[in-house]
């Protein structure tokens, strides 16, 4: 692709990231993107240095509420798991989680407004609790309420943004 100029320009590529998936990318001209995030919590992690970043899309918050079979077929469905492969993923192309920009949205509090099952609390809980048994610090969240977002990682700047359904669009 050209501009005015004729100088040749790089494609944007935008990736989804769907519930229950992880990516991983070096590719400066993509975006990862998981949409439609509710009670499930998707995670940004980003390092300047390498310029790596990647995505998690889980929407429970521990395997062993699971037969094991299902817990091992998906485990980018859970916190535990997903977020244990999300680092080794990451540490496995050359990033350093000691460089880190991490970035959640999601837990929100989609079906059950009673409170009585509160998904979105327990994966947030989860969430907090698997990144400070890290020494790992979470440098920005949208967490809870009542709706959808969308998560979106730029890999090329490292910037996130996050689209409230309602409420716009936050940069950080």
Known sequence: MQDVYGLQQPISVTTAVNFCELKISRNPVETLVAFSIGSGIAVSIY???TRTGGMLSFVLPESSAMSPQKAEHYPHMFADTGL???LEAFAGIGSKTKNTKIVIAGGAQIMDQTAEFNIGLQ?????SAFF???NLIIDHEDIGGICRRTLSLDIGSGCNTIQILGRGEVHV
């Open 132 to 134: 400070l048994n890290k």
């Open 47 to 49: 390092d300047p240095i």
């Open 84 to 86: 244990s492969a999300l």
């Open 123 to 127: 994966n947030y809980k989860a969430v």
